[in-house]
């Protein structure tokens, strides 16, 4: 269970992307619902820290608080600055223990110096991912991905792909009830995929309508049956175009779009409502229990039945 967070701050850490960390873990939401974390921010030698932007920040605590943590994050910093041996001890003590270790931005190339990145997949902002792939030769870089998940590791492009990673962890963990409360209270989309776009591409007219209002009704359509036919149509576009604008403004597919909102939504009715898996299918756009599964299975390797027990917190008006 994810509760006890560490973040490290190095010097010449960036703002922002502390910022993030702090946003995620450090603010108590219990108010509204949310989960709250033990988070703590630490540094090898407590005082004063240098961040990018020309002023200090004051970190109280060592990192012997990283030792217990459930999570270890490092923040952005200068990717060229060496990390010290006690960090890097830290970070892998981390990692062997089974806690999840997070980077944001260039917070990758701690992990790569940790050794934490040998033959996985990972990223970093857009770039600096040839530098990391040039630094870490044992690594598996993707350059256009928000973030990555492998084996316990979980490494994000810059600035607000941070905030997706991080929600991305606090949905595996406690469920997207409680990655939606957060998301809720810092204004974000809930969820985006890790494997979207970095920057999306959109050579389009500047008087071009958007297919934002597409989307949304989509959103309120997910159990219609969706095909791209249709949807060219009501988008008054060819197949052929519609394909091409749906990848420009989105970063991926209609069908791997359509799915990934229709995983969302089943997930929603596994953690707040009791129907069955026939409705919760027919509700989310599967059609049947067995496509729900193979869904699930597909995607977060596990089954609704399971995910269900871990997540269950099912609202009294909306149990039936």
């Not at 219609?224 to 597919?253: H, I, K, N």
Request: overall charge negative; charged content about 20%.
């Amino acid at each position: 269970m994810l509760r006890r967070v560490a973040a490290i701050a190095l010097p010449g850490v960036a703002p922002f992307e502390l910022g993030v960390v702090c946003e995620v873990f450090g603010v108590d939401r219990a108010d509204t619902g949310g989960p709250t974390f033990d988070f703590t921010l630490c540094t090898e030698t407590p005082g004063a820290i240098p961040t990018t932007m020309g002023f200090d920040i004051v970190v109280t605590a060592g990192l012997e608080a990283a030792a217990g943590a459930d999570l270890v994050v490092v923040p952005a910093y200068g990717a060229d600055d060496e990390v010290s041996a006690p960090v890097l001890a830290a970070l892998r003590a981390a990692a062997a223990r089974g806690a999840w270790v997070l980077s944001v931005c260039t917070g990758s190339f701690a992990l790569g110096h940790a050794g934490l990145l040998d033959g996985r997949r990972c990223t970093t902002h857009w770039m600096y991912t040839d530098k990391l792939a040039r630094a870490f030769p044992s690594a598996v870089v993707d350059p256009a991905v928000l973030y990555v998940e492998d084996r316990g590791v979980v490494t994000s492009a810059g600035t607000a792909a941070g905030i997706d990673a991080c929600l991305h962890l606090v949905r595996s963990e406690l469920g997207a009830a409680a990655a939606a409360v957060i998301a809720r209270r810092m204004v974000v989309p809930p969820h985006r995929d890790g494997g979207q776009a970095q920057f999306i591409d959109t050579p389009l007219p500047t008087d071009a309508e958007t297919l934002a209002p597409l989307l949304g009704w989509l959103g309120e359509h997910l159990e219609d049956d969706l095909s791209v036919p249709d949807l060219a149509a009501r988008a008054l576009m060819s197949e052929r175009t519609f394909a091409r604008r749906f990848r420009a403004e989105t970063g991926t597919t209609p069908a791997a779009w359509i799915t990934r909102q229709r995983l969302l939504r089943a997930r929603e009715l596994l953690e707040r409502t009791e129907v069955g898996m026939e409705e919760i299918a027919r509700r989310s756009g599967f059609a049947t229990s067995t496509a729900l599964r193979h869904h699930f299975a597909k995607s977060l390797g596990t089954s609704p039945a399971a995910y269900r027990r871990a997540f269950a917190c099912p609202e009294p008006d909306q149990a039936a």
